[in-house]
């Protein structure tokens, strides 16, 4: 447990820009349009990115700390349960956003009713 919680920080230096450059592709693909399914997709991203930065990075950083140290208490416990929720959340929104993407780009129909 100590090496994955200890390598995770090391992997934002590839996920925070692949997804800076993800959601600053989507905006430019957007020509300025904020209605339906494009409109849906850009409410979504305040709410992953501000998950992201101010509980799953805070987070990660710090059960680094405490596994590096050897401290699998309860506080690590229980951060580990709001981390697991946090990133279940943005796992949720992210698919959604993929969703709608894939209907933007007619890879996939909406479903009737």
Known sequence: MTAVK????????LLIPALAAAGGSGFALAHG???????????????????GILVLIPAAF?????????????????????ELFAGAMNIALIGLNMRDGLRMAGRLRARPG
């Open 62 to 82: 710090f059960l680094a700390f405490k596994a590096r140290a050897g401290e699998f208490d309860a506080v690590f416990y229980l951060l580990q349960a709001v």
């Open 33 to 51: 349009r904020r209605a339906g399914l494009i409109g849906r997709k850009i409410k979504r991203m305040p709410l992953i990115a501000a998950n």
């Open 6 to 13: 200890t390598a995770i920080p090391w992997g934002f230096l």
